[in-house]
Protein backbone atom coordinates (compact mmCIF):
# COMPACT_ATOMS: atom_id res chain seq x y z
CA UNK A 1 0.00 0.00 0.00
CA UNK A 2 1.55 3.43 -0.98
CA UNK A 3 2.35 5.70 2.18
CA UNK A 4 0.87 8.56 0.70
CA UNK A 5 -2.73 6.78 0.64
CA UNK A 6 -4.71 7.60 3.30
CA UNK A 7 -7.98 5.39 1.82
CA UNK A 8 -5.69 2.53 1.59
CA UNK A 9 -4.29 2.74 5.25
CA UNK A 10 -7.72 3.16 6.85
CA UNK A 11 -9.12 0.05 4.59
CA UNK A 12 -5.87 -2.25 5.16
CA UNK A 13 -8.07 -2.33 8.82
CA UNK A 14 -10.85 -4.35 7.28
CA UNK A 15 -8.78 -6.53 5.15
CA UNK A 16 -8.78 -10.08 5.10
CA UNK A 17 -4.94 -10.34 4.76
CA UNK A 18 -2.66 -11.42 7.15
CA UNK A 19 0.35 -8.86 6.25
CA UNK A 20 0.35 -5.37 5.46
CA UNK A 21 2.99 -3.68 3.35
CA UNK A 22 3.07 -0.04 3.61
CA UNK A 23 5.44 1.47 0.98
CA UNK A 24 7.36 3.72 0.39
CA UNK A 25 9.79 2.88 -1.87
CA UNK A 26 8.12 1.68 -5.67
CA UNK A 27 4.41 3.48 -5.09
CA UNK A 28 5.78 6.70 -4.29
CA UNK A 29 7.24 9.62 -6.35
CA UNK A 30 10.18 10.98 -5.34
CA UNK A 31 8.36 14.47 -4.35
CA UNK A 32 6.00 12.46 -1.95
CA UNK A 33 8.76 10.59 -0.31
CA UNK A 34 8.49 12.41 3.34
CA UNK A 35 4.56 12.21 3.05
CA UNK A 36 4.69 8.65 2.33
CA UNK A 37 6.98 8.07 5.67
CA UNK A 38 4.54 10.71 7.90
CA UNK A 39 1.47 8.97 7.10
CA UNK A 40 3.11 5.55 7.16
CA UNK A 41 4.02 6.45 11.19
CA UNK A 42 0.79 7.86 11.79
CA UNK A 43 -1.10 5.26 10.58
CA UNK A 44 0.68 2.04 12.69
CA UNK A 45 0.31 4.83 15.83
CA UNK A 46 -3.27 4.93 15.55
CA UNK A 47 -3.71 1.16 15.53
CA UNK A 48 -6.39 -0.63 14.54
CA UNK A 49 -4.44 -3.64 12.52
CA UNK A 50 -5.78 -6.36 14.58
CA UNK A 51 -3.50 -9.54 14.32
CA UNK A 52 -1.93 -8.11 10.84
CA UNK A 53 1.40 -8.20 10.48
CA UNK A 54 2.29 -4.35 9.21
CA UNK A 55 5.83 -4.13 7.68
CA UNK A 56 7.56 -1.29 5.92
CA UNK A 57 9.09 -0.94 2.83
CA UNK A 58 11.79 1.42 2.71
CA UNK A 59 13.65 3.35 0.09
CA UNK A 60 16.96 1.05 -1.13
CA UNK A 61 19.72 1.59 0.63
CA UNK A 62 21.92 4.65 -0.73
CA UNK A 63 19.37 6.41 -1.76
CA UNK A 64 18.80 9.64 -0.22
CA UNK A 65 15.90 8.83 1.86
CA UNK A 66 16.62 5.58 3.06
CA UNK A 67 18.55 6.82 6.31
CA UNK A 68 15.28 8.81 7.58
CA UNK A 69 13.52 5.96 6.41
CA UNK A 70 15.18 2.92 9.13
CA UNK A 71 15.07 5.75 11.79
CA UNK A 72 11.67 6.52 11.26
CA UNK A 73 10.61 2.58 10.81
CA UNK A 74 12.22 1.94 14.16
CA UNK A 75 10.59 3.89 16.53
CA UNK A 76 7.46 3.36 14.53
CA UNK A 77 5.90 -0.09 16.13
CA UNK A 78 5.87 -1.56 13.29
CA UNK A 79 6.21 -5.43 12.74
CA UNK A 80 8.76 -5.47 10.71
CA UNK A 81 10.67 -3.66 7.97
CA UNK A 82 11.20 -4.60 4.27
CA UNK A 83 14.73 -3.72 2.44
CA UNK A 84 14.66 -3.62 -1.57
CA UNK A 85 16.96 -5.30 -3.83
CA UNK A 86 19.05 -6.92 -1.02
CA UNK A 87 22.55 -8.22 -3.01
CA UNK A 88 24.72 -9.06 0.05
CA UNK A 89 24.56 -9.41 4.17
CA UNK A 90 26.90 -6.66 4.34
CA UNK A 91 23.52 -4.12 3.81
CA UNK A 92 21.54 -6.04 6.35
CA UNK A 93 23.90 -5.85 8.54
CA UNK A 94 23.98 -1.97 8.55
CA UNK A 95 20.58 -1.49 8.45
CA UNK A 96 20.35 -3.42 11.53
CA UNK A 97 22.39 -1.72 13.49
CA UNK A 98 20.32 1.31 12.28
CA UNK A 99 17.93 -0.46 13.81
CA UNK A 100 19.40 -1.51 17.00
CA UNK A 101 20.53 2.42 17.24
CA UNK A 102 16.74 3.54 17.02
CA UNK A 103 15.55 1.54 19.48
CA UNK A 104 14.27 -1.29 17.26
CA UNK A 105 16.53 -4.22 18.57
CA UNK A 106 14.50 -7.44 18.01
CA UNK A 107 12.30 -5.66 14.47
CA UNK A 108 12.24 -8.77 11.70
CA UNK A 109 14.07 -7.81 8.72
CA UNK A 110 12.67 -9.19 5.24
CA UNK A 111 14.47 -9.06 2.18
CA UNK A 112 13.74 -8.46 -0.88
CA UNK A 113 15.38 -10.46 -3.71
CA UNK A 114 14.72 -8.71 -7.19
CA UNK A 115 17.94 -8.84 -8.97
CA UNK A 116 20.11 -11.33 -10.59
CA UNK A 117 22.51 -11.06 -7.97
CA UNK A 118 20.35 -11.37 -5.10
CA UNK A 119 19.08 -14.43 -6.69
CA UNK A 120 22.63 -16.52 -6.62
CA UNK A 121 23.37 -14.87 -2.97
CA UNK A 122 19.97 -15.86 -1.94
CA UNK A 123 21.35 -18.70 0.78
CA UNK A 124 23.88 -16.24 1.77
CA UNK A 125 21.36 -13.65 2.49
CA UNK A 126 19.14 -16.04 4.23
CA UNK A 127 21.53 -17.61 7.11
CA UNK A 128 23.35 -13.87 7.66
CA UNK A 129 21.05 -13.07 10.20
CA UNK A 130 19.05 -14.27 12.96
CA UNK A 131 16.58 -11.13 12.74
CA UNK A 132 15.50 -12.19 9.06
CA UNK A 133 11.83 -12.78 9.26
CA UNK A 134 11.59 -14.18 5.39
CA UNK A 135 12.27 -13.28 1.62
CA UNK A 136 10.27 -11.61 -0.86
CA UNK A 137 10.90 -12.34 -3.98
CA UNK A 138 10.08 -9.57 -6.34
CA UNK A 139 9.46 -11.16 -9.84
CA UNK A 140 8.69 -7.99 -11.60
CA UNK A 141 12.27 -6.06 -11.07
CA UNK A 142 13.61 -9.69 -11.78
CA UNK A 143 11.94 -10.42 -14.57
CA UNK A 144 12.83 -7.08 -15.92
CA UNK A 145 16.85 -7.16 -14.74
CA UNK A 146 16.58 -10.68 -16.80
CA UNK A 147 15.47 -9.87 -19.84
CA UNK A 148 12.71 -12.16 -19.06
CA UNK A 149 8.99 -12.07 -20.06
CA UNK A 150 5.54 -12.46 -17.99
CA UNK A 151 4.09 -15.38 -18.83
CA UNK A 152 0.88 -17.61 -18.13
CA UNK A 153 2.86 -20.71 -17.00
CA UNK A 154 5.97 -18.31 -15.34
CA UNK A 155 8.73 -20.14 -17.27
CA UNK A 156 10.73 -17.44 -17.37
CA UNK A 157 11.20 -17.20 -13.41
CA UNK A 158 11.00 -20.85 -12.43
CA UNK A 159 14.69 -21.31 -11.89
CA UNK A 160 14.63 -18.16 -9.93
CA UNK A 161 12.00 -18.77 -7.67
CA UNK A 162 12.75 -22.39 -6.88
CA UNK A 163 16.69 -21.12 -6.12
CA UNK A 164 15.08 -18.75 -3.44
CA UNK A 165 12.72 -21.12 -1.96
CA UNK A 166 15.44 -24.03 -1.31
CA UNK A 167 17.33 -20.98 0.26
CA UNK A 168 14.67 -20.03 2.37
CA UNK A 169 13.75 -23.34 3.09
CA UNK A 170 17.50 -24.26 3.93
CA UNK A 171 17.27 -21.42 6.39
CA UNK A 172 14.25 -21.86 8.02
CA UNK A 173 12.46 -18.56 7.03
CA UNK A 174 8.96 -17.76 5.52
CA UNK A 175 9.29 -16.81 1.60
CA UNK A 176 6.76 -15.06 0.05
CA UNK A 177 6.03 -15.14 -4.13
CA UNK A 178 6.18 -12.25 -6.47
CA UNK A 179 2.59 -10.04 -7.47
CA UNK A 180 0.74 -10.83 -10.29
CA UNK A 181 0.76 -6.96 -12.54
CA UNK A 182 -2.34 -7.54 -14.23
CA UNK A 183 -5.37 -6.80 -11.89
CA UNK A 184 -7.99 -7.80 -14.39
CA UNK A 185 -6.59 -11.77 -15.03
CA UNK A 186 -8.21 -13.00 -12.22
CA UNK A 187 -7.87 -16.72 -13.78
CA UNK A 188 -3.84 -15.93 -14.06
CA UNK A 189 -3.83 -14.70 -10.80
CA UNK A 190 -5.11 -17.72 -9.69
CA UNK A 191 -2.90 -19.49 -11.55
CA UNK A 192 -0.09 -17.95 -9.59
CA UNK A 193 -1.36 -18.71 -6.70
CA UNK A 194 -1.71 -22.44 -7.09
CA UNK A 195 1.60 -22.53 -8.66
CA UNK A 196 3.37 -20.67 -5.96
CA UNK A 197 1.21 -23.28 -2.81
CA UNK A 198 2.28 -25.65 -4.81
CA UNK A 199 5.63 -24.89 -5.06
CA UNK A 200 6.02 -24.14 -1.53
CA UNK A 201 5.40 -20.58 -0.76
CA UNK A 202 4.39 -19.43 1.99
CA UNK A 203 2.04 -17.08 0.62
CA UNK A 204 1.85 -14.32 -2.13
CA UNK A 205 2.44 -10.56 -2.21
CA UNK A 206 -0.48 -8.32 -3.66
CA UNK A 207 -1.34 -4.99 -5.09
CA UNK A 208 -4.81 -4.84 -4.78
CA UNK A 209 -7.61 -5.55 -2.15
CA UNK A 210 -9.31 -7.65 -4.75
CA UNK A 211 -6.48 -10.27 -5.59
CA UNK A 212 -6.85 -10.97 -1.39
CA UNK A 213 -9.64 -13.98 -2.23
CA UNK A 214 -7.67 -15.94 -4.72
CA UNK A 215 -4.64 -16.08 -2.92
CA UNK A 216 -6.42 -16.66 0.66
CA UNK A 217 -7.73 -19.21 -1.62
CA UNK A 218 -4.76 -21.04 -2.72
CA UNK A 219 -2.35 -20.81 0.21
CA UNK A 220 -5.67 -22.52 2.86
CA UNK A 221 -5.66 -25.42 3.33
CA UNK A 222 -9.21 -27.16 2.07
CA UNK A 223 -11.53 -28.55 4.34
CA UNK A 224 -10.56 -32.28 2.29
CA UNK A 225 -6.85 -31.62 3.26
CA UNK A 226 -7.41 -30.69 6.99
CA UNK A 227 -9.90 -34.14 7.14
CA UNK A 228 -7.01 -35.89 5.82
CA UNK A 229 -4.74 -34.59 8.12
CA UNK A 230 -6.50 -35.19 11.35
CA UNK A 231 -6.82 -38.86 9.90
CA UNK A 232 -2.91 -39.23 9.25
CA UNK A 233 -2.73 -37.99 12.90
CA UNK A 234 -5.00 -39.99 14.63
CA UNK A 235 -4.05 -43.22 12.34
CA UNK A 236 -0.22 -43.03 13.35
CA UNK A 237 -1.19 -42.55 16.82
CA UNK A 238 -2.62 -45.84 16.81
CA UNK A 239 -0.15 -47.59 14.85
CA UNK A 240 2.75 -45.91 17.23
CA UNK A 241 0.76 -47.56 20.59
CA UNK A 242 0.22 -50.73 18.92
CA UNK A 243 4.28 -50.48 17.80
CA UNK A 244 4.22 -50.10 13.84
CA UNK A 245 6.15 -47.43 12.83
CA UNK A 246 4.02 -46.81 9.89
CA UNK A 247 0.25 -47.02 8.70
CA UNK A 248 -1.63 -47.45 5.60
CA UNK A 249 -4.46 -45.05 4.89
CA UNK A 250 -6.82 -45.92 1.96
CA UNK A 251 -3.91 -47.27 0.26
CA UNK A 252 -1.43 -44.79 0.94
CA UNK A 253 2.12 -44.84 3.08
CA UNK A 254 1.85 -42.98 6.08
CA UNK A 255 5.06 -42.19 7.73
CA UNK A 256 6.31 -39.87 10.35
CA UNK A 257 7.32 -37.21 7.61
CA UNK A 258 3.53 -37.20 6.68
CA UNK A 259 2.38 -36.70 10.63
CA UNK A 260 4.96 -33.60 10.79
CA UNK A 261 3.61 -32.05 7.53
CA UNK A 262 -0.58 -32.80 8.96
CA UNK A 263 0.34 -30.93 12.34
CA UNK A 264 1.84 -28.36 10.36
CA UNK A 265 -1.15 -27.94 8.32
CA UNK A 266 -3.53 -28.03 10.84
CA UNK A 267 -1.57 -25.09 12.56
CA UNK A 268 -1.61 -23.10 9.42
CA UNK A 269 -5.36 -23.73 9.14
CA UNK A 270 -5.94 -22.80 13.08
CA UNK A 271 -3.90 -19.68 12.84
CA UNK A 272 -5.93 -19.12 9.42
CA UNK A 273 -9.28 -19.61 11.70
CA UNK A 274 -7.80 -16.76 14.49
CA UNK A 275 -7.60 -14.61 11.79
CA UNK A 276 -10.82 -14.95 10.46
CA UNK A 277 -12.51 -14.84 13.66
CA UNK A 278 -10.38 -11.35 15.47
Request: glycine share 8%; net charge negative.
Amino acid sequence: MPGTNVRALEKGRELPADSLVFDLEDAVAPDSKLEARTRTVEALRAGGYGRREVLIRINSPGTPWSTDDIAAVASSGADGIVIPKVEDPASLTRIESALTAGGARTMPVWCMIETPLGVLRAEIIATSSRRLGGLIVGTSDLANNLHASHTRDRMPMLPSLGYCLLAARAAGVAILDGVHLDLDDVDGLSAACRQGAEMGFDGKTLIHPKQIAPANAAFSPSPEAVAWSRRIIEAHAEADRQGQGVVVIDGKLVENLHVADAHRLLALDKAIQAIATD
